[in-house]
């Protein structure tokens, strides 16, 4: 297995340069917006077309939007993940609450960090 690879602000040759790249035998692609309404449809595009087609191909689109940004549901593409910081909250607060997943001192103080 390939050691995973976390490139901050990676250039893309696209004309686009989401916030980073994790990868190994996968590519994730974070794009964070801090403002409202604030997702652009080409940036979306020239993201997606940096992916290759098959699994584990994503773009996680990450905003303070309390509904999905009609933009990213335009898109029509599976590879493109849409999540608000609410709903991320919400996922980080069901870790930390669940005794079954205990999660470790490490992963609690990390996932503790604003």
């Known amino acids: 297995m390939k050691t995973v690879a976390f490139t901050n602000q990676p250039a893309t040759g696209t004309g686009s340069i989401p916030d980073a790249r994790i990868s190994a035998d996968f590519t994730y692609l974070p794009d964070v917006k801090i403002a409202h309404g604030t997702v652009d449809e080409k940036q979306l595009r020239a993201h997606l077309k940096t992916l290759v087609e098959g699994p584990r191909q994503l773009?996680?689109?990450?905003?303070?939007?309390?509904?999905?940004?009609?933009?990213?549901?335009?898109?029509?593409?599976?590879?493109?993940?849409?999540?608000?910081?609410?709903?991320?909250?919400?996922?980080?607060?069901?870790?930390?609450?669940?005794?079954?997943l205990a999660p470790s001192e490490r992963d609690r103080f990390l996932l503790r960090q604003p």
Not at 60 to 82: G, N
């Open 59 to 100: 773009l996680f689109v990450l905003t303070p939007d309390a509904t999905q940004p009609p933009v990213t549901a335009s898109l029509a593409d599976q590879r493109l993940v849409w999540f608000n910081f609410a709903a991320l909250h919400d996922a980080i607060t069901a870790v930390l609450d669940d005794a079954l």
